[in-house]
Nanobody, 123 residues
Framework: QVQLVESGGGLVQAGGSLRLSCAASERTFRGYALGWLRQAPGGEREFVAAISWSGAMTAYADSVKGRFTISRDNIKNTVYLQMNSLKPEDTAVYYC????????????????WGQGTQVTVSS
């Protein structure tokens, strides 16, 4: 059973920063690419960012490029999403997910999901 547990969400003002964390079981972490996706109220779940198993490759949605940074620590079995210059439109539930694809880029590339953490950006 793949296990992913997100943390770090919360309420922040526009222009502020948050760092999300996702702790994974060792079995999940080893050999998997990891990513973050989000779902706003009434919206579809959308891809945000992904990182390959080695960490050498990353991918971002156009809407977050230059503001968000994904990283991973393969010793701590944790993936992070540093979010800077947050906007109200970044408000969503953020999900951590795992994939066997080298560098996933769409929600259908992911096969295992965490429960999500709420991020709310006030204007």
């Amino acid at each position: 059973q793949v296990q992913l547990v997100e943390s770090g969400g919360g309420l922040v003002q526009a222009g502020g920063s948050l760092r999300l964390s996702c702790a994974a079981s060792e079995r999940t972490f080893r050999g998997y690419a990891l990513g973050w996706l989000r779902q706003a109220p009434g919206g579809e779940r959308e891809f945000v960012a992904a990182i390959s198993w080695s960490g050498a490759m990353t991918a971002y949605a156009d809407s977050v490029k230059g503001r968000f940074t994904i990283s991973r620590d393969n010793i701590k079995n944790t993936v992070y999403l540093q979010m800077n210059s947050l906007k109200p439109e970044d408000t969503a539930v953020y999900y951590c997910a795992a994939s066997l694809i080298v560098l996933p880029a769409t929600k259908t590339d992911f096969g295992s999901w965490g429960q999500g953490t709420q991020v709310t950006v006030s204007s």
